[in-house]
């Protein structure tokens, strides 16, 4: 049952005028607790909601999300402990934090409910200015985990926003790339820029292109379309596509699959980018003669198979201490030969293929030098 705003000569400072008081859920099966709670806070202005259970909690919650959560640890039904890892557990509501309530305030009893996700603990019977500063606390808090959120979905909305506008340019670029190619009347020279300009345009339209999926992915609103696949031939056809950017880094791909390669469930157009990406960081950083090795390989896994793709190169390698960030956004690592380089989206974007599908990609050092990237995901 929810109790209405009581007014006070104390409002909580975490609080603006300009927003609704916040919403304290307390779950609790004490029949008293609503009148041990409410004057406690009643100076605060805060709008209190109170459950009988953990079952009743989590309902109410669902309803109505509330600014923070005082659950009791023992209650019949569903504990404090599991009103905790169902909230934990839930995307929509797993950010509100929870101060749980017990008369059991041992270490034990602290620890266990911290490992669960509790946020803060407060022993029984309650003190009226310990718990007024810990509900600030975590109040603030959460109104700074709110207006960060705010700040990042509009960071999101803007880059969005951004790049649909750079299309047209690139459109424009790569139109008239393909004009002057086809009229005729040029140097070999000029030739060679034109050809670099459009190489060009078409590396800044896949990186604008990534930007979007990968803003879709976080936004939750990309879903995988999967269908069946000869991994030999997508694999295959990327490499037609790369042959042209080997050839000027002087450097052979082999490609090295089964004979007989069963169909793998894969979004084609995603699958395809993140391979690219994989094959053509391999080509940027081989030196020249160099051989590049593409595997692909589908095996059982207890009751699962699972597909994989192995990028080998040999090129200077990623220290040791760059390897765990090798798939932030924007990363900046280290090659050996050549000092510092900024990763970009590429391998960033082939780790949300990879777990768009359900699997995930390594990276491990290859002998004598190189890197060797493996993407793997369940087949069926």
């Known amino acids: 049952m929810t109790e209405p705003l009581v007014p006070g000569a104390s409002p909580d400072p975490s609080s603006s005028p300009n927003l609704p008081a916040p919403l304290i859920l307390v779950v609790d099966d004490d029949p008293f607790i609503p009148e041990i709670v409410g004057p406690m806070l009643a100076r605060e202005q805060y709008r209190l909601a109170f459950a009988a259970d953990g079952r009743e909690g989590l309902q109410l919650a669902a309803e109505t999300p509330p600014d923070l959560m005082l659950v009791d640890l023992m209650m019949p039904f569903v ?75 509009q960071r999101q909305k803007f880059t969005r926003m951004l790049i649909h506008d750079f299309r047209s340019p690139l459109t424009v670029i790569s139109s008239g790339c393909d004009l002057l190619r086809i009229s005729g009347g040029l140097r070999e020279e000029q030739l060679r820029w034109l050809t670099g300009i459009a190489s060009s345009s078409e590396r800044l339209s896949s990186y604008t292109d990534q930007v979007l999926l990968m803003a879709a992915s976080e936004s939750g609103g990309l879903t995988p379309e999967r269908g069946p696949v000869q991994l030999p031939d997508l694999l295959a056809k990327v490499m037609e ?132 990237f493996t993407m793997h995901w369940p087949a069926g």
């Open 79 to 153: 504990d404090g402990l599991g009103v905790s890892r169902a909230m934990r557990a839930d995307p929509a509501r797993r950010h509100i934090p929870i101060i749980m309530m017990s008369v059991y305030n041992d270490r034990a009893n602290l620890v266990t409910a911290l490992e669960n996700g509790v946020d803060e603990f407060i022993s029984k019977p309650l003190a009226g200015d310990e718990l007024r500063a810990r509900v600030r606390t975590m109040l603030r808090i959460k109104r700074q985990f709110d207006e960060l959120t705010r700040l990042i979905q």
């Open 241 to 372: 596509g790369l042959a042209p950017a080997a050839a000027r880094r002087n450097v052979t791909v082999a490609l090295e699959c089964p004979e007989e390669s069963p169909d793998v469930l894969v979004d084609t157009p995603l699958m395809y980018r993140a391979v690219e990406n994989l094959i053509g960081n391999a080509i940027e950083f081989s030196p020249a003669h160099a051989e590049i090795s593409v595997r692909c390989h589908s095996e059982m896994a207890g009751e699962r198979r699972i597909a994989s793709v192995r990028v080998a190169d040999l090129g200077p390698g990623i220290r040791e201490e760059f390897r765990e960030h090798v798939f932030d956004e924007f990363a900046v690592g280290e090659r050996r030969a050549t000092g510092k380089f900024r990763i970009g989206l590429g391998l960033a974007f082939c780790r949300m293929v990879a777990e768009l599908h359900r699997g995930g990609i390594d990276l491990k050092p290859n002998q004598p030098t190189g890197s060797i």
